[in-house]
């Protein structure tokens, strides 16, 4: 079963910057469309980027184009969410999310826990 385990939220003053990570375990990572969703209070889930397994394309929300930046890393199990420029409205709970259909799956099949950023000052 796939595992997905993010970190590296925390505590940050408008116009700073924070990398997330997304370490799976259980299965490659290769063969899998893994997306960076978020979710505000009181707000409904948000999809923030996404990289396909087929074309290597990476999509990212109108919201966020140009300020954050996934990627995967070498080890091929993990992926990054760079996040520069950050705004107070980028507060929210930030979830890793992979599934093998594609980005724009209705919903994916497997989730991570959760990281808490917060952007204020």
């Known amino acids: 079963q796939l595992q997905l385990v993010e970190s590296g939220g925390g505590l940050v003053q408008p116009g700073g910057s924070l990398r997330l990570s997304c370490a799976a375990s259980g299965f490659s990572l290769d063969y899998y469309n893994i997306a960076w969703f978020r979710q505000a209070p009181g707000k409904e889930r948000e999809g923030v980027s996404c990289?396909?397994?087929?074309?290597?394309?990476?999509h990212y929300a109108d919201s966020v184009k140009g300020r954050f930046t996934m990627s995967r890393g070498n080890s091929k199990n993990t992926v990054f969410l760079q996040m520069d420029s950050l705004k107070p409205e980028d507060t929210a709970v930030y979830y890793c999310a992979a599934d093998r259909s594609s980005c724009f799956v209705k919903v994916f099949g497997s989730w991570g826990q959760g990281t808490q950023v917060t952007v204020s000052s």
């Open positions: 990289i396909s397994s087929s074309s290597g394309m990476t």
